[in-house]
């Protein structure tokens, strides 16, 4: 699957079923470049199974607040649209996994 880039129209619908991560970033963030090939990665061996997204904090402020998104890259693992988990900061391919378990 491709990752998916969510903004206030969509993110409901995309993240209210199944198990879903949610990349909150901004093109300027150095972090956020380098986390954006391990998300490539994680949607390559668990597409399948898991919607990997991205939402751009400065496209989107009002889900960045409504996430209280202060630090980014913040990663949100979401399952059947409840926050499940929360990390801030680059997450590594297996830190990503773990989320998700």
């Given at each position: 699957m491709a990752?998916?880039?969510?903004?206030?129209?969509?993110?409901?619908?995309?993240t209210s079923e199944g198990l879903a991560l949610v990349d909150f970033w901004a093109t300027w963030c150095g972090p956020c470049r380098m986390q954006a090939p391990v998300l490539e990665q994680l949607d390559a061996e668990c597409g399948e199974t898991v919607k990997v997204c991205k939402v751009d904090v400065d496209a989107e402020?009002?889900?960045?607040?409504?996430?209280?998104?202060?630090?980014?890259?913040?990663l949100i693992?979401?399952?059947?649209?409840?926050?499940?988990?929360?990390?801030v900061g680059f997450?590594?391919?297996e830190a990503l996994k773990d989320m998700l378990k």
């Open positions: 990752i998916t880039h969510l903004n206030s129209d969509n993110f409901d619908a995309v402020p009002a889900l960045a607040r409504r996430f209280r998104v202060m630090s980014i890259p913040m693992a979401l399952k059947d649209g409840q926050v499940k988990e929360t990390r997450q590594d391919l």
